[in-house]
């Protein structure tokens, strides 16, 4: 999900210099071993874990766009493109440029997971009324879940504890890694079938941060969203659930941050920091879509079926299949998936039982060491290492941020957890784009075809 960028522009700053196509690192080294899962040594605490191991009290509490700029910066609440779908299909030129495996590390490389956590602060000046566990993305989500399903597929992802919150974070090689080999029609499509509107124009890419139960466990999950369907749009809204006459507050609290960002009170002020401002308005989860694309030979192939994974991960309730042909799409699906993933939810008890038994057991061990900076590594099919943090890398968060995200976590521990959300997941009652073959959330693996 991963929409293209114009960084022509960007050749001013060295910082955003165009590298070549498929530019590859090799991969970090790696600390001392802490431990070894074996994902058969899961299937008895995930026993536990059956009648827990479902989402709900899906809410989305933030979101942002990034904006094409030469230094980073978003917008919030932001919006996702519409979906404008053509009058007439005309044929589409294939996809070409530049595109990141991992565009909010390559937007922040110092801090990836940090425009986020600025948003939801923005979002919630109070601190959250329920304990944290988990602060992760579709991406580090759906790795754990491949690995529970014992797909191949590689990946490294740090550990940090946060508060209480243990936050998972994506790693690739590199933050400036890319895709090798883009083909087809992912990218160009969206262009042509989706618009910015007027309030969110110069965006790249709209971010959503959602909080669920899952397993015992309260989550928040950035991801991102593709676009949004008018027609289930509702009323605008910021995401504090306010009509932007009354936005006094957070326009308050963004010229405290710039405020902040001036004054270079630790090492990481070096960096430049991530410009902020208030923009945009409010897309219910229930209007947001996933697209693919694919082409009209391969029709017949269970697209969607490939798909429900990440849209269990990141609770999309629509989905959009556009099948071409040498580039002209004259067949696109536009669904209501809901009925679909919370049928997929409940057939793969299992599977999601050890995945709750799992990410448990990371919050038990993270916690457990908070003095020790973790990272998880898949190197094989069935094998988990826990390994202690090579010296160097930067933490999840500048100190600035660190300190106010810990105060919002802290909270209110005496609430019960208990959520007024709606308890059935998708069935909405609130408000890692790449559209090719591969998407953020397979970590862009090279392997999805069309």
Request: with cysteine; glycine share 6%.
């Amino acid at each position: 999900m991963y929409r293209r960028q114009k960084y022509d522009q960007f050749q001013r700053n060295p910082r955003w210099r165009r590298p070549e196509p498929g530019t590859t690192w090799p991969a970090p080294p790696l600390g001392p071993l802490v431990e070894i899962v074996n994902v058969a040594e899961l299937s008895q605490p995930a026993l536990e874990f059956e009648s827990t191991a479902r989402v709900t009290g899906c809410q989305l509490i933030a979101s942002y766009n990034w904006l094409d700029r030469p230094s980073p910066s978003i917008i919030v609440p932001g919006a996702p493109p519409r979906w404008t779908p053509l009058t007439e299909p005309r044929q589409l030129s294939e996809d070409d440029g530049v595109y990141y495996r991992d565009k909010n590390a390559a937007r922040y490389p110092a801090h990836p997971m940090e425009p986020a956590i600025q948003a939801v602060l923005m979002a919630h000046t109070k601190p959250s009324p329920i304990p944290v566990d988990i602060v992760a993305c579709g991406s580090t989500i759906g790795n754990l879940l491949r690995f529970i399903r014992g797909d191949e597929r590689p990946f490294r992802m740090l550990l940090e504890v946060v508060g209480d919150a243990v936050h998972l974070i994506r790693r690739e090689n590199s933050p400036k890694e890319t895709m090798s080999d883009v083909r087809g029609y992912g990218h160009k499509f969206p262009e042509a079938y989706t618009t910015w509107d007027a309030e969110v124009r110069g965006s790249t890419s709209h971010q959503r941060i959602i909080q669920y139960d899952f397993g015992g466990l309260h989550c928040i999950v950035r991801h991102e969203g593709d676009g949004y369907l008018k027609h289930k749009q509702g009323p605008s809204m910021n995401v504090s659930g306010h009509t932007f006459a009354e936005q006094a507050s957070v326009d308050g609290l963004i010229e405290d941050l710039k405020v902040k960002e001036m004054a270079p009170k630790s090492p990481q002020s070096s960096h430049q920091q991530v410009q902020m401002q208030s923009g945009g308005f409010e897309v219910p989860q229930s209007a947001v879509f996933d697209l693919k694309t694919r082409s009209v030979k391969r029709k017949g192939t269970d697209f969607l079926g490939e798909e429900l994974p990440r849209l269990w991960v990141a609770q999309i309730p629509n989905f959009i299949l556009a099948y071409h042909d040498r580039g002209t799409f004259k067949d696109i699906e536009v669904m209501d998936v809901t009925q679909q993933v919370k049928a997929w939810e409940t057939s793969k008890n299992q599977e999601l039982s050890r995945l709750a038994a799992l990410l448990s057991h990371i919050v038990r061990l993270a916690r457990a060491r908070r003095n020790d900076r973790l990272e998880i590594s898949r190197q094989q099919l069935n094998k988990l290492e826990i390994r202690i943090q090579c010296s160097g890398l930067s933490p999840a968060f500048s100190s600035e941020v660190n300190e106010e995200w810990a105060m919002w976590l802290a909270g209110d521990s005496t609430q019960d957890g208990s959520s007024t959300d709606d308890e059935n997941g998708l069935q909405w009652s609130d408000g890692d784009g790449d559209y090719t073959a591969c998407s953020e959330n397979c970590s862009y693996c090279g392997k999805c075809t069309y």
